[in-house]
């Protein structure tokens, strides 16, 4: 035991203890409802939007690099946390196994510091490896993006259609929906007219549509 705790907080394994300790702060925070899962933008996608055009050209980059060793597809925290862990347990058995029998001094801290990155680059293949069967299991539990309703063909259902009122019916492959809808058309539509919907305006949550017949051009 004596050894074990003299490992973990010398260098360089009481740098990812350290790390390993904030990753686990984090998750018992998390657990209690006291700060959002998703806090942290943790998305490893080559669509990321970045404010400037170099740090795009460097996000997809990394994107790329992430994916490549299996890091992709799943929340930052989740990714650091395995990844981390993993380092953390190279490092430390290089320390039980070599670096402890070393002399102290600046070969000892050469030789820490080659091992406290070597472990970081051999734990990303690994943690990779081990997030494998994870990153499957997450993908098929997360929602998949609603699909969008823009040129589906409704019914309205309201006695009248215009610029400030109107309700619609439409047929989603499911239960079906009814929705609010808005038209530009002077004459507007009436009960059982067919309508297509063009445009969707998120601020009143409302549908812009057009008659079926002029959205097909006869």
């Given at each position: 035991m004596e050894t074990f705790l003299q490992i973990v907080f010398s260098y360089p394994t009481a740098v990812y203890t350290v790390l390993l300790g904030v990753l686990v702060a984090y998750?018992?925070?998390?657990?209690?409802?006291m700060i959002d899962f998703e806090i942290i933008d943790g998305w490893f996608e080559s669509d990321v939007e970045i404010g400037e055009a170099v740090d795009a050209v460097d996000g997809n980059a990394m994107?790329?690099?992430?994916a490549r060793l299996g890091l992709g597809g799943l929340p930052l925290m989740i990714v650091l946390t395995v990844l981390v862990l993993t380092a953390w347990m190279f490092s430390y058995y290089s320390d039980y196994l070599l670096l402890r029998h070393l002399p102290g001094?600046?070969?000892?801290l050469l030789t820490g510091t080659a091992s406290m990155v070597a472990s970081?680059?051999?734990a990303m293949p690994v943690a990779g490896l081990l997030l494998r069967p994870v990153?499957?299991?997450?993908?098929k539990l997360r929602p998949e993006p609603p699909r969008s309703l823009l040129g589906m063909v409704g019914v309205v259902r309201s006695p009248l259609v215009d610029a400030r009122q109107g309700i619609a019916g439409v047929e989603d492959g499911g239960a079906g929906l009814v929705l609010q809808v808005r038209t530009e058309a002077a004459d507007g539509f009436k009960r059982g007219d067919r309508v297509v919907l063009i445009?969707?305006?998120?601020d009143d949550n409302?549908?812009?549509?057009?008659?079926?017949d002029e959205f097909r051009g006869l």
């Open positions: 998750w018992l925070i998390a657990m209690l409802g994107a790329g690099i992430m001094g600046v070969l000892r970081f680059v051999v990153r499957k299991l997450y993908a445009e969707h305006i998120e409302v549908y812009r549509v057009i008659g079926e």
